[in-house]
Structures are given as structure tokens and as C-alpha cells.
């Protein structure tokens, strides 16, 4: 019975990760540095001043026409 049973939790436990590294659980967001994190709100910051310097500039042309 103890053979039985030990080898029968061998192969479950063995089936149950294989299950799970073919399947894997995406509950949490892949993990981002904090230098990854500076680094993108930096480039969103930019974007967003490029963005309103150019909707500037148009407005002001805008008005002088």
C-alpha cells in the first residue's frame, strides 16, 4: 500500500506541473524595472509636450488667420 500510494503521489505531483507550466496562471502584470518605469513615463512626458507644443502652435496660427 505505502509503494502504491508514494508512487501514485509521484505521478500526480509530476501531471499537476506539467499542467501547470503548460498553462500558466497571467493573474499578475509581467514585472517592470523602476529604471523601465522612469524610463517610460519620460517618453510619455514627451510625447504629451511634443503633443500640446504642436496643438500651441496650430491654435496660435489659428488666431492670426
Known amino acids: 500500500m505505502n509503494r502504491r500510494k508514494k508512487i501514485k503521489t509521484i505521478l500526480t505531483k509530476r501531471s499537476k506541473q506539467a499542467n501547470l507550466k503548460a498553462n500558466p496562471k497571467k493573474a499578475k502584470p509581467k ?8 524610463k517610460l513615463e519620460a517618453e510619455e512626458a514627451a510625447q504629451v509636450s511634443e503633443n500640446g507644443s504642436a496643438s ?10
Open 31 to 38: 514585472y517592470i524595472s523602476k529604471a523601465e518605469r522612469a
Open 56 to 65: 500651441a502652435t496650430e491654435a496660435n496660427q489659428d488666431s492670426i488667420e
